[in-house]
């Protein structure tokens, strides 16, 4: 089943107006009660008229509770994550039957040099990796656009001050005349996942996803450990991920799954 943003923010502002006594009912979720106005409303948002509600009150209230409430429910949860499974089997799939005849590289492989898109000697693991993640993050645009649309972001990069705990949007405009002008400090410990599930702004996150492919793929999925002289030197990708977004990330791979 299928609900557009839209929708499903809507229905939380109605289900959390009709079902005042229960505050602890999960938001945005597909099991909707069928019966009075608030579900002619949750169906389509112009209905909303009726109960003397604007289309854009129910969307912003609505974009105001789930960014309190903070949570996907179950069966949103398992369908994203089935989705981007699906997208890290393709993106795998895909590279090793182009660069490979569909095999899968072996450790031996993984180690051996080969020219990366800029003509550098580089590992094959990095390579199928740079490689795996853009093929991934083209079937991620694919479908999160059909079911969830206006709701994700893709490498989308966060300011990040540890010592606040302040969190913001930088876009890529920004990043690129910082670059220009010399500045490039100013992006020091700057995060960027690969996917991120939002209210439909991208600071109010529900959920965190990066892509794994390591090589071999028997290896375990694991979170990159941060280098030394890094600003997060010595920590794991996803306990700062965790750190800054005030939830736990997920890792996708094709033979791992979400993890």
């Known amino acids: 089943m299928r609900l557009s943003l839209v929708g ?76 981007l499974h699906e997208c890290a089997k393709w993106a795998d799939d895909e590279v090793n039957q182009r660069r490979l005849a569909g095999q899968r590289p072996t450790h031996q492989q993984c180690q051996e040099l080969i020219q990366d898109a800029h003509g550098k000697q580089v590992a094959r693991a990095v390579v199928f990796g740079i490689e795996k993640h853009e093929a991934a993050l083209r079937c991620a645009q694919e479908k999160l656009a059909k079911l969830w649309p206006g709701g994700f972001s893709l490498q989308q990069r966060y300011g990040y001050d540890r010592e606040t705990g302040r969190v913001w949007l930088i876009s890529e405009t920004q990043a690129q005349k910082l670059l220009r002008q010399g500045q490039g400090k100013a992006l020091r410990g700057t995060l960027i996942p690969d996917v991120v599930i939002h209210t439909g702004h991208g600071l109010q996150i529900l959920a965190v996803y990066d892509f794994k492919f390591p090589c071999p793929g028997s290896n375990e999925a694991r979170w990159s450990l941060y280098p030394p002289g890094h600003e997060y030197e010595s920590n794991l990708q996803g306990d700062i991920y965790k750190e800054a977004f005030g939830i736990p990330p997920f890792r996708a791979s094709p033979i791992w799954g979400i993890q």
Request: proline share 7%; with cysteine; net charge positive.
């Open 8 to 83: 499903l923010l809507t229905g939380i502002v109605l289900s959390a107006c009709t079902t005042a006594a229960s505050p602890g009912r999960s938001p945005r979720t597909y099991a909707w009660s069928t019966d009075s106005p608030s579900n002619a409303c949750r169906v389509n948002p112009a209905n909303c008229a009726a109960m003397g509600m604007t289309r854009r009150d129910a969307a912003e209230a609505g974009l105001s509770l789930a960014a309190a409430l903070k949570t996907l429910n179950p069966e949103q949860k398992l369908e994203l994550h089935q989705l």
